[in-house]
């Protein structure tokens, strides 16, 4: 069936006001210096008006050999650490992130995905903004190949964000 133009306009007016609103309740940060983001916000904002932009992070749920975890878009799994509070400041610098690099930038949500938590970020120890979800920093581990999982368990304190087919949106 295909749109008129007044539809189509009226779609367009629908997604303007929904990113205005999106903007507006993303710029304030709480007292613990994190800025949740809402699912729905990354979706919105990563789509808006030509796509990803420098500085955004696409993230994505990959099935791996244990199962569906969250991963980069270029194919990167994350992790949490076990030494970080939720909207505490991240525990892992100097050595310890020189092998765990902290996932910065400004966070999306794949638009093939419905994430079940809230992506947001956290500033690191230089001040740049790290990528939280539900409140934990995200971090890679160096070297990885894509999709897979190694670093999963690594000293008791590293673990992959782990979701489920469900969180895939369907078509």
Do not use: F
């Not at 205005?20 to 309740?25: L, P, Y």
């Amino acid at each position: 069936m295909r749109k008129t133009g007044w539809a189509a306009a009226a779609g367009l007016g629908s997604l303007v006001l929904l990113l205005t609103a999106c903007g507006s309740s993303g710029s304030s940060a709480s007292s613990s210096g994190s800025t949740p983001t809402t699912t729905a916000q990354a979706q919105a904002s990563g789509s808006a008006l030509g796509g990803i932009e420098p500085g955004d992070v696409v993230l994505i749920v990959q099935k791996s050999a244990i199962g569906y975890v969250l991963a980069e878009a270029n194919g990167q799994v994350v992790y949490t650490y076990g030494k970080d509070t939720k909207g505490g400041s991240p525990m892992c610098t100097g050595s310890c992130a020189a092998a765990w690099p902290a996932v910065t930038g400004k966070p999306l949500a794949s638009s093939a995905d419905k994430l079940p938590g809230t992506l947001g970020t956290v500033s690191d120890a230089n001040e740049a903004k790290q990528v939280t979800y539900d409140g934990l920093p995200l971090y890679t581990y160096k070297g990885a190949k894509v999709y897979v999982t190694t670093g999963n368990g690594v000293d008791g304190v590293w673990h992959v964000v782990k979701l489920s087919a469900g969180d895939i949106a369907s078509s």
